[in-house]
């Protein structure tokens, strides 16, 4: 007889699949008709879609079995920076408010690896750092 997997590690792939699909749909990196993504969509992209995605699950299922929960700050941070490195530039109106499509594409555009790096630096390192504080895990 097989049993349910675990409700922590539904919630934690659900929050995964779910941070895919919103926002692989808002930065066009899934096709869809309602967002056309202006810029190339590169398999850099999608490596940083995917990492922010799956991070974020397990930081989910990790911070469930903490007795002490920490590190939310860092892991939205680590979210925001994942969305940043594989969103379109100049299709993120708060972006576009603060700097103009040049600027952008001329300043911004470059540093997104940087940031995705940075992103995925963080949340492992995050990971890591719950990982040893958490008896359970």
Same mark, same amino acid.
């Given at each position: 007889m097989t049993s349910l997997p675990h409700p922590r590690l539904l919630r934690s792939v659900g929050v995964s699949a779910a941070l895919f699909v919103l926002f692989g749909t808002v930065t066009g990196l899934l096709p869809n008709p309602i967002y056309v993504r202006m810029i190339d969509r590169t398999p850099t992209d999608y490596l940083f879609?995917?990492?922010?995605?799956?991070?974020?699950?397990?930081?989910? /299922?990790?911070?469930?079995?903490?007795?002490? =929960?920490?590190?939310?700050?860092?892991?939205?941070?680590?979210?925001?920076?994942?969305?940043?490195?594989?969103?379109? =530039?100049?299709?993120?109106?708060?972006?576009?408010?603060?700097?103009?499509?040049?600027?952008?594409?001329? /300043?911004?555009? =470059?540093?997104r690896p940087i940031l995705g790096v940075m992103s995925v630096a963080v949340f492992a390192a995050l990971l890591v750092y719950q990982r040893r504080r958490c008896e359970v895990c």
């Amino acid at each position: 007889m097989t049993s349910l997997p675990h409700p922590r590690l539904l919630r934690s792939v659900g929050v995964s699949a779910a941070l895919f699909v919103l926002f692989g749909t808002v930065t066009g990196l899934l096709p869809n008709p309602i967002y056309v993504r202006m810029i190339d969509r590169t398999p850099t992209d999608y490596l940083f879609l995917v990492a922010t995605a799956a991070f974020a699950g397990a930081f989910i /299922y990790q911070r469930s079995l903490a007795e002490e =929960p920490m590190g939310d700050r860092l892991a939205a941070g680590g979210v925001v920076g994942g969305f940043l490195a594989f969103g379109c =530039p100049i299709c993120n109106a708060v972006l576009l408010a603060l700097f103009s499509s040049s600027a952008l594409m001329t /300043y911004f555009d =470059p540093i997104r690896p940087i940031l995705g790096v940075m992103s995925v630096a963080v949340f492992a390192a995050l990971l890591v750092y719950q990982r040893r504080r958490c008896e359970v895990c």
